[in-house]
């Protein structure tokens, strides 16, 4: 268990609709990093959080956003949502904002299925 | 930015084999590489890294890496497979300057077989 919490684990959708992803970072971590793994794509990093404030964007979708809350948890909003956003999306946290040597711990991920 | 290529998709081996599992990376800066594991249904776990020194580092589970500068590799090394070694690994690289996220190979499944 690496502490990282994901809910849901599994959510099916509807095209055209909008879902949000729920992350628990590790008792202490302050940064909170989403990525997407599909199977054309690979694992793809899409945004990260620093104690509140967005750090570093990758390759996410303007149609996708994200926040992390005062008490440090994250939400990852996907909307307008298409048959190609299915993936298993990641959140990892780490201690600090990702000093070289920081390990990011992951959780289980939720598997976003688009109908 | 960087970027990190795992040649082999998949990787079948018998149980108790050697098996080595490449990975190559490209940077325009320093580089600090990760071997992350997954396997079934579970998120990622750190496997190993290389921040810095000796440039081979070993995982408690008798998987090894070796940073080869020269030949921008980190290959993935274990000298006798068991059946639980099963998973897909990545490949990962954070440069020293800049974005401080991971990037991932498109990562490899080891498939050991009895």
């Known amino acids: 268990d690496s502490g990282v919490t994901q809910t849901p684990k599994h959510l099916i959708t509807a095209t055209g609709q909008r879902v949000t992803l729920r992350c628990s970072p590790r008792s202490g971590d302050l940064s909170v990093y989403w990525y997407q793994q599909s199977l054309d794509q690979g694992l793809q990093f899409l945004i990260q959080y620093y104690n509140g404030e967005e750090r570093a964007k990758g390759n996410i979708l303007e149609r996708f956003s994200a926040q992390q809350f005062p008490d440090l948890h994250s939400e990852l909003n996907l909307s307008s949502l298409e048959l190609g956003d299915s993936a298993l999306y990641f959140c990892?946290?780490?201690?600090?904002?990702?000093?070289?040597?920081?390990?990011?711990?992951f959780g289980q991920g939720t598997r976003l299925t688009v109908v | 930015a960087q970027s990190v290529t795992q040649l082999d998709s998949q990787v079948p081996v018998f149980e108790e084999a050697p098996v080595e599992l490449r990975c190559n990376y490209s940077s325009s800066v320093s580089v600090y590489l990760f071997w992350y594991v997954q396997y079934p249904n579970q998120g990622l776990q750190l496997l190993l890294k290389?921040?810095?020194?000796?440039?081979l580092v070993e995982s408690i589970n008798g998987f090894e890496a070796e940073f080869n500068k020269s030949q921008t590799s980190f290959h993935l090394r274990k000298p006798s497979v068991h059946i639980s070694d099963t998973a897909e690994y990545f490949c990962a690289v954070r440069g020293d300057t800049g974005r401080r996220a991971l990037t991932f190979g498109s990562g490899t499944r080891l498939q050991v077989q009895p």
């Open positions: 990892a946290s780490s201690v600090d904002g990702g000093s070289l040597n920081t390990e990011a711990f």
């Open positions: 290389y921040l810095s020194g000796s440039t």
